[in-house]
C-alpha cells in the first residue's frame, strides 16, 4: 500500500529478471486500504489482563502486535483476547508498521506474537523461494526462518493475491478461470501492484504466460499502488482495466459481483495465516489457546470480519474478534 495493505509485495517479491512487454500505463496512486479506525481503548501499548490473570508460565505478559492495517489487527485480538480468556497477562502493541518493523520487534523482545502469512513470509526470509501450495510453503518457511522464530499451526484461512473480473465482463468472454485467458482474443487490461510486473513467481504477470500460456505482448499492464484497494476496484467498475489483482479478503469483491477467477494449476502463491513468535516465548498455555482460534479460522471468516470492519458499522477490531470468538465458543 505504497506499503501493501498486507505487508507483501515489495518485501517479498524476488527481484525482476524480466520486464513487462507492454507500455506500461501511469495510473500510479498512493493511497492505502482503509486501516483500523483509531480510538480503540486497547491502542497500542496498553494492557489488559484478564480477571485473575497470572502472566505467562514464565511469569510475564505476553506482548502480542499487529501490522499496520486492519486485518491484522482484527487477528491480532483474535489472539490476544483468547490468551486473556486463559488467564494469561497480555499487552498490545497494534499498528506497529510493515514486516521489517514487526521482525526486528520479534527479534528485540517488543513483541512475542504476530499473525503472519505463509507465502509473503517465506519470500521475505528466502528471496529465492518458489513454492507455491500450502503444504510447501508452510515447509519451507519451516526450513527458512532464522533461529529464534518459530510459527504456530498454520490456519486453513488465506488472504492471497486474486484476480478478479467484473460479472459481465465474464459472462461476454467466458471467463471464469485463469486457464480461459489465454483464448481471449484480444488485449487484456490488467491492473494491480507495481511489482506484479516484476514477479517471475506466485501472482505475477510471467506466471500466467508460463504456467497459463498467456502471451505477454498480449497483457497491457496498469500499475496500481492502493494494494486491491478503492483505486483498484474503480478501475475494474469503470472499464479501466479488464482484470484486477486484488486480495482474496477484501470486501469490495462480493459487494460488487466481481468473478475471482479460478486457478487450477495452482500459480498463485499460498497466503495461510500463521502467528509468528519468538521462539523463547513459546508455551504450551500459550500454544494451546492460540492454536484453537487457528483450527476455526477460515477465509469466509476473514471476510466477514474485514465488512464489518469495513462496512457501514465500522466496527472496530477489538469488537469485531471479539465477537467472532464468542461465536465460535472460545471465549
Same mark, same amino acid.
Given at each position: 500500500?505504497?506499503?501493501?495493505?498486507?505487508?507483501?509485495?515489495?518485501?517479498?517479491?524476488?527481484?525482476?529478471?524480466?520486464?513487462?512487454?507492454?507500455?506500461?500505463?501511469?495510473?500510479?496512486?498512493?493511497?492505502?486500504?482503509?486501516?483500523?479506525?483509531?480510538?480503540?481503548?486497547?491502542?497500542?501499548?496498553?494492557?489488559?489482563?484478564?480477571?485473575?490473570?497470572?502472566?505467562?508460565?514464565?511469569?510475564?505478559?505476553?506482548?502480542?502486535?499487529?501490522?499496520?492495517?486492519?486485518?491484522?489487527?482484527?487477528?491480532?485480538?483474535?489472539?490476544?483476547?483468547?490468551?486473556?480468556?486463559?488467564?494469561? %497477562?497480555?499487552?498490545?502493541?497494534?499498528?506497529?508498521?510493515?514486516?521489517?518493523?514487526?521482525?526486528?520487534?520479534?527479534?528485540?523482545?517488543?513483541?512475542?506474537?504476530?499473525?503472519?502469512?505463509?507465502?509473503?513470509?517465506? *519470500?521475505?526470509?528466502?528471496?529465492?523461494?518458489?513454492?507455491?501450495?500450502?503444504?510447501?510453503?508452510?515447509?519451507?518457511?519451516?526450513?527458512?526462518?532464522?533461529?529464534?522464530?518459530?510459527?504456530?499451526?498454520?490456519? %486453513?484461512?488465506?488472504?492471497?493475491?486474486?484476480?478478479?473480473?467484473?460479472?459481465?465482463?465474464?459472462?461476454?468472454?467466458?471467463?471464469?478461470?485463469?486457464?480461459?485467458?489465454?483464448?481471449?482474443?484480444?488485449?487484456?487490461?490488467?491492473?494491480?501492484?507495481?511489482?506484479?510486473?516484476?514477479?517471475?513467481?506466485?501472482?505475477?504477470?510471467?506466471?500466467?504466460?508460463?504456467?497459463?500460456?498467456?502471451?505477454?505482448?498480449?497483457?497491457?499492464?496498469?500499475?496500481?499502488?492502493?494494494? *486491491?484497494?478503492?483505486?483498484?476496484?474503480?478501475?475494474?467498475?469503470?472499464?479501466?482495466?479488464?482484470?484486477?489483482?486484488?486480495?482474496?479478503?477484501?470486501?469490495?469483491?462480493?459487494?460488487?459481483?466481481?468473478?475471482?477467477?479460478?486457478?487450477?494449476?495452482?500459480?498463485?502463491?499460498?497466503?495461510?495465516?500463521?502467528?509468528?513468535?519468538?521462539?523463547?516465548?513459546?508455551?504450551?498455555?500459550?500454544?494451546?489457546?492460540?492454536?484453537?482460534?487457528?483450527?476455526?479460522?477460515?477465509?469466509?471468516?476473514?471476510?466477514?470480519?474485514?465488512?464489518?470492519?469495513? *462496512?457501514?458499522?465500522?466496527?472496530?477490531?477489538?469488537?469485531?474478534?471479539?465477537?467472532?470468538?464468542? %461465536?465460535?465458543?472460545?471465549?
Amino acid at each position: 500500500m505504497a506499503t501493501s495493505p498486507r505487508p507483501s509485495a515489495p518485501l517479498s517479491s524476488a527481484l525482476s529478471r524480466r520486464a513487462p512487454r507492454r507500455a506500461v500505463l501511469g495510473l500510479l496512486a498512493a493511497s492505502p486500504l482503509l486501516a483500523a479506525c483509531g480510538g480503540d481503548p486497547l491502542a497500542e501499548g496498553s494492557s489488559s489482563p484478564a480477571p485473575g490473570s497470572g502472566g505467562t508460565d514464565a511469569g510475564g505478559a505476553v506482548t502480542v502486535g499487529s501490522a499496520n492495517f486492519a486485518e491484522s489487527e482484527i487477528l491480532g485480538e483474535l489472539y490476544a483476547q483468547v490468551l486473556e480468556a486463559k488467564g494469561l %497477562q497480555v499487552e498490545r502493541r497494534m499498528q506497529i508498521g510493515a514486516r521489517e518493523v514487526y521482525l526486528d520487534a520479534l527479534k528485540d523482545g517488543s513483541i512475542d506474537l504476530i499473525a503472519e502469512y505463509t507465502g509473503n513470509l517465506l *519470500g521475505y526470509v528466502d528471496k529465492e523461494a518458489t513454492a507455491t501450495s500450502s503444504a510447501d510453503v508452510e515447509a519451507a518457511l519451516k526450513a527458512a526462518l532464522p533461529d529464534h522464530l518459530t510459527t504456530l499451526a498454520v490456519a %486453513q484461512a488465506e488472504d492471497k493475491d486474486s484476480y478478479n473480473v467484473t460479472k459481465a465482463f465474464s459472462e461476454e468472454n467466458g471467463i471464469t478461470s485463469l486457464a480461459d485467458l489465454a483464448a481471449h482474443p484480444g488485449t487484456l487490461r490488467v491492473g494491480g501492484l507495481p511489482e506484479l510486473a516484476q514477479r517471475d513467481y506466485g501472482a505475477g504477470l510471467a506466471g500466467l504466460e508460463e504456467v497459463y500460456g498467456v502471451p505477454q505482448d498480449k497483457l497491457e499492464f496498469t500499475p496500481i499502488s492502493d494494494g *486491491g484497494g478503492p483505486l483498484t476496484v474503480r478501475a475494474l467498475v469503470d472499464g479501466d482495466v479488464d482484470l484486477a489483482n486484488i486480495f482474496s479478503t477484501t470486501p469490495a469483491i462480493k459487494d460488487n459481483g466481481f468473478v475471482t477467477l479460478e486457478d487450477p494449476k495452482g500459480m498463485i502463491t499460498a497466503q495461510n495465516v500463521v502467528p509468528l513468535m519468538a521462539k523463547d516465548k513459546v508455551t504450551d498455555r500459550i500454544r494451546e489457546a492460540v492454536e484453537a482460534v487457528q483450527a476455526q479460522l477460515t477465509t469466509d471468516d476473514l471476510l466477514a470480519m474485514n465488512a464489518a470492519n469495513a *462496512g457501514e458499522a465500522k466496527r472496530q477490531p477489538r469488537q469485531v474478534a471479539a465477537d467472532w470468538l464468542r %461465536q465460535k465458543g472460545l471465549v
